[in-house]
């Protein structure tokens, strides 16, 4: 199985609302990430999980707030966000974690779309 | 900072080559390439490492010169499956984990 599962696909909310996005996989992977892609933009890396230990912050505002209950899971847990945070918000995997000197590929989800209004 | 890649969109009728080119200002430890189609997630081609290799399957291969911070997509014969936007990455090793940084990303259309 070399699947990552996102959910929701679609997230509409408020900017008083509290959300989360759900990112799962059974690979048997050690590192896990969140990237969030503009429409005809590339990926840009948030947060990456090692071994479930959140290992790389690329200064992401509080607003979204990752969490790793598992080697398995992963979700971003959003909270009065801003309408420019409307994006892709795509989950990934790889099998090395942290330091790793051999680059391995990753694995990405379908995404969430999400819509801030 | 973020990858350089050209052309930005290239059109093609079936059968037609194509190199998709990728440049950094920075040192590369290794290169990734992936497809990503329309309202989908990318998909990955392709790691390259340091030391200048090739690589390939199919009709699809790269080269990676890391003096020149340089990597190169190669597509010969082009389908009209190999529509989509290619972004490279580049990867550096940090002590908290590896960081892959897209490149800025080429739209590529095979027509019949």
Partial sequence: DTEVT??????VMGMTNKKSLKCEQHMGHRAMYWY????KKPPELMFVYSYEKLS???????RFSPECPNSSLLNLHLHALQ???????????????AGGLTPYEQYFGPGTRLTVT | QQPVQ??????LREGEDAVINCSSSKA???VHWYRQKHGEAPVFLMILLKGGEQKGHDKISA???EKKQQSSLYLTASQLSYSGTYF??????????NKLTFGTGTQLKVEL
């Fill in chain 2, 63 to 65: 080269s990676f010169n």
């Fill in chain 2, 28 to 30: 590369l430890y290794s």
């Fill in chain 2, 6 to 11: 050209s052309p930005q969109a290239v059109i």
């Fill in chain 1, 6 to 11: 996102q959910t929701p696909k679609h997230l």
């Fill in chain 1, 83 to 97: 309408p420019e945070d409307s994006a892709l918000y795509l989950c990934a995997s790889s099998q090395e974690g």
């Fill in chain 1, 36 to 39: 969030k892609q503009k429409a």
């Fill in chain 1, 56 to 62: 790389i912050n690329e200064s992401v505002p509080s």
């Fill in chain 2, 88 to 97: 490279c990455g580049t990867e550096i090793i940090t002590g908290g984990g």
